[in-house]
């Protein structure tokens, strides 16, 4: 409901009928309404203050509040908590990216009231992320605030630091020691920043190694995450990855991974580990396994005889796209697969059968099943694997042409990118009945 209040009078009536509550009705202000919240800012009345403090964050547009941000900065000052508390949320919703603005929020992470602090603290990625390359000039205060007590504080300003990448390497020596001596919340949180502060310090690599082994799962999942977003340069945690894989949570272990995937780890050192993986008790970790050792390439060989016994194993059923395709990385190597790939063709399922296919063509061009594997995934029920595989055999070119007939039904298909993608591929292909198609095609679409 929009209220169109003209006077102040009426307004501060209508913010005293809302005293006690602890946040206004779901109510949206008109623009008209701004002048009087404004005045209300002033009121004798806490209740009034407090709720008008509240209510310019419903004002729409959210632009049409502007003028209220000096009434709101100097309310800031406010005798009480919960009219700061009220001004600290209308600030951030109406101009988080200002100087002045960002510089008083960051400002209250001071203020006497702890809660008016924590709700400091919950906005400030909101004022990271609208200040840009800028809110390095609220590091200081984010870093002061980082040794809070309350793990609510800690752990909202950790996660600002992150929203500031990079920029925020001065706090990694106190972040470091977060992950060691916080709260669960806040060794989470400060796990996580610090992947996205990355490796700019030589204390970072070394600190997430250290947290894979806390007793916290939520935090060795995030240590393990941002060991994987740094890539080759947190090449030093191999050795502790390796271990983690053993750790009694999945959801860690399949972070694990994903690190080891990411990192370039030799292949020796790491192959083993990730083969034992294609056993886990979790159908993710196995999927996410045989992944990464296709990631590995021709390399990874040794691991063959394991992603075909893999592919025999009903259980694995959700894994079979990400073992053929790792099979189809390896190439001709993987050639003792191709019985077991043609067998799981059966499953039926699209993308299990897409990518059989092109595995297939990986691994033998000549294989007589590979093709009629990708015209039976073109004809898919799902859109998107139609247009998957009609972008595939472009990529395929002239070697394709057998799928020639279905790529110019494809043509007709009811979803225009799937349209787009078969005359991609018709075109690449390049043989007569492919560019006849396509020519009638673009005709009738002018």
């Not at 209220?68 to 600030?91: C, F, H, N």
Request: glycine share 6%.
């Amino acid at each position: 409901m929009i209220r169109q209040l003209g006077t102040g009078v009426l307004l501060a009536a209508t913010l005293a009928s809302w005293a006690g509550a602890e946040r206004p009705p779901a109510k949206t202000w008109s623009p008209l309404a701004v002048p009087g919240l404004i005045e209300a800012l002033q009121d004798q009345d806490e209740n009034v203050r407090a709720q008008a403090a509240y209510g310019l964050r419903y004002v729409r547009p959210i632009e049409a509040a502007q003028p209220a941000v000096p009434a709101l900065l100097q309310a800031l000052k406010d005798t009480s908590a919960r009219v700061r508390y009220g001004v600290i949320e209308s600030l951030a919703a109406i101009d988080p990216g200002d100087r002045e603005v960002a510089s008083s929020l960051a400002e209250a992470l001071k203020d006497p009231n702890p809660e008016v602090q924590v709700r400091a603290a919950s906005v400030m990625t909101r004022v990271v992320g609208a200040r840009g390359a800028d809110a390095r000039e609220l590091l200081p205060d984010l870093m002061v605030a980082l040794k809070s007590q309350d793990s609510r504080i800690s752990s909202g300003v950790a996660e600002a630091l992150g929203r500031m990448g990079p920029e925020a390497r001065d706090a990694v020596i106190s972040l470091t020691q977060a992950l060691i001596d916080g709260s669960d919340a806040v060794r989470r949180q400060a796990a996580e920043t610090l992947g996205s502060i990355g490796p700019v310090d030589p204390a970072v690599v070394p600190a997430l190694i250290q947290a894979l082994s806390d007793k916290n799962e939520a935090v060795r999942s995030k240590s393990a995450t941002s060991l994987g977003k740094m890539g080759p340069e947190a090449k030093a945690a191999v050795p502790a990855l390796t271990k983690a894989l053993a750790d009694t949570n999945a959801r860690v272990r399949l972070n694990v991974v994903y690190a080891l995937t990411n990192v370039g780890a030799d292949t020796k050192e790491v192959m083993p580990a990730l083969i034992k993986a294609l056993h886990d008790s979790d159908k993710l970790v196995r999927a996410f396994a045989a992944t990464a050792l296709g990631k590995m390439g021709p390399s990874a060989k040794p691991a063959i005889p394991s992603l075909i016994d893999f592919l025999n194993d009903p259980n694995n059923v959700d894994g079979y796209a990400a073992a053929a395709s790792a099979l189809g990385n390896m190439g001709p190597s993987a050639k003792s697969a191709v019985p077991t790939l043609v067998k799981t063709i059966r499953v039926g399922r699209p993308d299990i059968v897409f990518s059989v296919g092109i595995a297939l063509l990986k691994i033998d061009p000549n294989n007589r099943y590979a093709m009629p594997s990708l015209i039976l995934s073109l004809k898919s029920e799902n859109a998107a694997m139609r247009r998957r595989t009609a972008l595939a055999l472009a990529d395929i070119g002239p070697e394709g042409s057998a799928a020639v007939p279905a790529l110019i039904q494809a043509l007709k298909d009811d979803d225009p990118s799937v349209c787009s993608a078969a005359a991609s591929a018709l075109e690449r292909i390049g043989t007569r009945p492919a560019l006849s198609a396509l020519k009638k095609y673009r005709r009738e679409q002018k």
